[in-house]
């Protein structure tokens, strides 16, 4: 319920003034925006060669997941209410995210989210920063997976409490128009 003051009108101004509901409070989201050193190396982009895993890099990773699953299967079961209430417990360890967007040009925009906003919410503020707004883009987490799900908090996608995404561009540039 909103309280309102009387309207008042004067004869030399006709104006009429009401008191305006309280707005909410705004969350500052410590906007940075970080440039490369114009000293600095150009970005080196690694053939598609070097991601390709070497026999021993293999059996190590395969070794690493079986441990991984045989520590799983040798632990007590919970129960949902156990599992939800330890859930609960590390989202309010973390009510905050960081998040890094690294552009193209190697520019990086960083800004502070509640973690229980939305995926879409971060996309919504990466286009309000844009020249070109209306273009097409993804927010990719390192290596190659993307956030495509909008209504999923940033702590159930892994994105808290900090998180580096890559920005790519989905449909080429138009003519005249410039990349960010």
Not at 1 to 23: D, G, I, K
Not at 77 to 101: G, H, S, V
Not at 149 to 177: C, H, R
Request: glycine fraction near 2%; aromatic fraction near 8%; charged fraction near 25%.
């Amino acid at each position: 319920m909103s309280t309102t003051t009387p309207t008042v009108s004067t004869p030399e101004s006709n104006v009429t003034t009401q008191s305006a509901p309280e707005p909410e409070p705004t969350f500052d989201r410590q906007i940075k925006m970080l440039q490369p050193p114009s000293n600095a190396p150009a970005r080196i982009e690694l053939p598609e060669s070097f991601f390709k895993l070497t026999a021993n890099e293999i059996k190590s990773l395969y070794k690493s997941h079986v441990e991984t699953r045989e520590k799983l299967e040798n632990k007590p079961l919970k129960t949902q209410k156990i599992r939800q209430a330890e859930e609960l417990d590390r989202m309010k360890k973390y009510p905050r995210t960081t998040i890094r967007i690294r552009f193209p040009d190697s520019t990086v925009l960083q800004a502070v989210f509640k973690s229980q906003e939305k995926v879409g919410d971060v996309y919504d503020f990466v286009r309000s920063t844009l020249k070109t707004p209306e273009r097409k883009f993804l927010l990719c987490l390192p290596p190659r997976s993307k956030l495509v799900e909008p209504m999923q908090t940033l702590y159930k996608a892994g994105l808290a409490p900090a998180s580096n995404l890559t920005f790519v561009w989905i449909d080429k540039a138009l003519p005249g128009q410039q990349g960010k």
